[in-house]
């Protein structure tokens, strides 16, 4: 079970869930500190430590790299948990020239994706009830830039992890995939805003433990009992907004997003 964003949060509490089921789990993260500190939970849960690896999906390179050695180190992936997210309070470029939250939350998991297809078994991707908010344009994956909003922005992310996971199910026929909305979790996510922080602390906000019972329920669930491709919400599927749920929308991403990440062709 490899889960990116494993070092807090939903990502953490999946790891620790899934390791006391017995199964072998492998953290990824971008703070090296964070990672090791999140290690240790997991070992003090299920008595196992799990596999470290560091990645920066700001960076694409970082992402090319990580799906290297996850090759290296491993024949088969029965799980990728695609959790790593971001969210920007300012409008922020990355080095690869792509809005942040567009970046970090669906093209370095696209990338990680498609560099791992033959070795994933199945595919779990965290999306949002936040994709409401997205106003998505495969033309220009950067047009949140313009006039930044940024939960306008991050819901784009989230709008467009749905597609990509109901387009995933139809290119790649082999891999159940399935997405889902976590909750609104308490979390270090958002930390950079003292304003949001604050709220996550004081609002009744799921835990990360409530957050990650869908993500581990998808992981573990016979895929006769799921539905590849759907959107899930405490365990049940729900129809997503009609945009995230457009078929012509997702295969534009998908062609866009080839092309921002080097895979057209």
């Given amino acids: 079970m490899v889960v990116t964003g494993a070092s807090s949060g939903i990502g953490l509490a999946a790891a620790v869930d899934l390791a006391r089921r017995g199964d072998q789990v492998v953290l990824v993260g971008r703070d090296p500190a964070r990672l090791q500190a999140a290690a240790e939970q997991v070992r003090e849960a299920s008595g196992e430590r799990p596999e470290l690896f560091r990645a920066d999906f700001a960076v694409l390179d970082d992402v090319r790299g990580l799906a290297a050695r996850l090759r290296e180190a491993y024949d088969r992936i029965d799980v990728l948990a695609n959790n790593a997210g971001a969210i920007a309070l300012q409008p922020l470029t990355t080095v690869d020239g792509f809005e942040l939250s567009i970046q970090a939350n669906h093209l370095a998991p696209f990338l990680l994706s498609s560099l791992l297809r033959d070795r994933i078994g ?32 991050y819901g784009t992310s989230k709008q467009a992890n749905i597609l990509f996971t109901a387009e995933a199910a139809r290119r790649w026929p082999e891999i159940p995939a399935y997405s889902f909305h976590p909750g609104v979790v308490r979390s ?78």
């Fill in 188 to 265: 270090r996510f958002g930390n950079d805003s003292r304003l949001v922080a604050l709220g996550m602390r004081l609002l009744p906000f799921r835990s990360p433990e409530k957050g990650a019972e869908t993500l581990v329920w998808l992981a573990n669930q016979a895929p006769e009992r799921l539905i590849t491709g759907g959107y899930y919400i405490d365990r049940r599927l729900r129809r997503p907004l009609p945009r995230a749920a457009d078929p012509q929308l997702a295969a534009r991403l998908w062609t866009a997003s080839a092309e921002a990440v080097g895979l057209a062709g």
């Fill in 122 to 153: 199945r595919m779990v991707v965290t999306a949002s009830g936040a994709h409401r908010s997205g106003v998505l344009d495969p033309a220009d994956l950067n047009a949140p830039l313009r006039r930044y909003r940024p939960m306008q922005a």
